[in-house]
């Protein structure tokens, strides 16, 4: 039986005083892939904010892996963003240490202590992301699709249910684009992760088809078809 894992009622989204989407429904079941399109500007990554508790939700009501949004206490913040895993598009490592010590660094602040269990679980995820023996690596020296890699194996490292992707292929050439597809693809069909991911890259949406929900003219509709811009 499908079980939901984001559902959001008659949400208003807000960025400041300014509506951005309209009586947002939706909703998303436990180990689905699907993928936030739309014309830049018109809302996806205020939606995935909310969804991550980095935009308040006000109006309407949403639960996201168990937690309600609406109003939520900003010390409840932590906890939601431990049960998610959220992947950007410009990856956001810390440059100044390598990749281990990225994981490390996500690890200890939501609150891992034993050290052989950290070690364990970032070769886990280094090995997850097909990325085993670049742990020692900085940052700068890791090509952008490896970047991502990172990012995604960073996204893991609490083994979230929940996947939020913000634009993960958009700094990437076509070819690392498929690869990280894949990767995301993978991490769904395997581990029964969800993962919400927004684009408007065509092209990775009609090789990798997954349902689509689309953000439009202040509104968000849900089983969308590609309409070529
Ligand atoms: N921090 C902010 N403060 C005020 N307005 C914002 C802020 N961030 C985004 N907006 C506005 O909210 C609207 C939606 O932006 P949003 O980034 O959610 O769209 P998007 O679909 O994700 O765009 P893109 O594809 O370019 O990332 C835009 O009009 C944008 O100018």
Redesign the pocket.
């Known amino acids: 039986m499908s079980e939901p894992i984001i559902e959001i009622q008659h949400a208003n989204i807000y ?2 005083n ?1 509506l ?1 989407l309209q009586d947002v429904n939706l909703t998303v079941n436990k180990g689905e892939f699907v993928y936030l399109v ?10 995935l904010k909310t969804l991550y508790g980095e935009l308040p939700l006000t109006e309407g009501e949403s639960t996201v892996a168990g937690f309600t949004l609406k109003k939520m206490d900003w010390r409840k913040v932590p906890f939601l963003r431990r049960n998610l895993g959220v992947v950007f598009q410009d990856f956001q490592l810390l440059t100044d240490r390598n990749v281990n010590e990225n994981l490390k660094f996500v690890l200890k602040a939501t609150g891992w202590t034993d050290a052989r269990l950290m070690d364990e679980k970032i070769q886990d995820v280094l090995e997850k992301v097909g990325l085993k023996a670049k742990g020692f690596k900085m940052p700068f020296e890791l090509s952008g699709g490896e970047q991502q890699r990172v990012d995604i194996a960073r996204a893991l490292l609490n083994s979230p249910k929940l996947i939020l992707a913000d ?1 993960p292929t958009g700094n990437l050439d076509p070819e690392t684009s498929d690869e990280i597809m894949n990767l995301l693809f993978h991490i769904s069909r395997d581990f029964n992760t969800t993962i919400l991911m ?1 684009t ?1 890259d065509y092209i990775v949406v009609q090789k990798f088809p997954a349902r689509m929900i689309r ?1 439009e003219r202040g509104r968000v509709i849900d089983n969308a078809t590609i309409t070529i811009e």
């Open positions: 960025q400041g300014n951005i739309g014309k830049t500007g018109t809302g996806k990554s205020s939606l634009e927004a408007h953000t």
